[in-house]
């Protein structure tokens, strides 16, 4: 996330390497989706998000269509508990809904 002062950005919030120390990348989306599975996107000292899949049968719409089959996921911070938001996955497209925002639109690779 992008901090601003002035109109200028002077850092990134939960900015970080997994090169640097005591820094491990983390999973995104894991390959075999297990309702109730736990896992950290990121390990670092300022940023330690974790997501639990809590649904995998959803039926998103959004400007961009409806989607089957989806995966719910809810985001929480080791660093601060009490902060969760909630992100929905669409197979063979991804990201459709993160909290208030929808996809509008994709195209699908060519096969």
């Known amino acids: 996330m992008d ?3 002035d109109g200028k950005i002077v850092r990134h919030s939960g900015a970080w390497r997994a090169d640097q120390r005591d820094s491990k990348a983390g999973i995104i989306m894991p390959g ?7 896992h950290y996107q990121e390990i670092a000292p300022n940023a330690m998000d974790r997501a639990e899949i809590i649904s995998d049968n959803v039926i998103m ?7 089957r089959n989806c995966i719910k996921v809810e985001e929480t911070s080791g660093i601060d508990p009490d902060d ?9 497209v991804g990201l459709i809904q993160d ?3 929808l996809l509008t639109g994709y195209s699908k690779a060519i096969q």
């Open 3 to 5: 901090d601003y002062e």
């Open 32 to 38: 075999t989706v297990l309702l109730g599975a736990r």
């Open 99 to 101: 909290e208030d925002l």
């Open 84 to 92: 969760k938001c909630y992100k929905t996955y669409a197979p063979g």
């Open 61 to 67: 719409k959004t400007p961009a269509g409806t989607f």
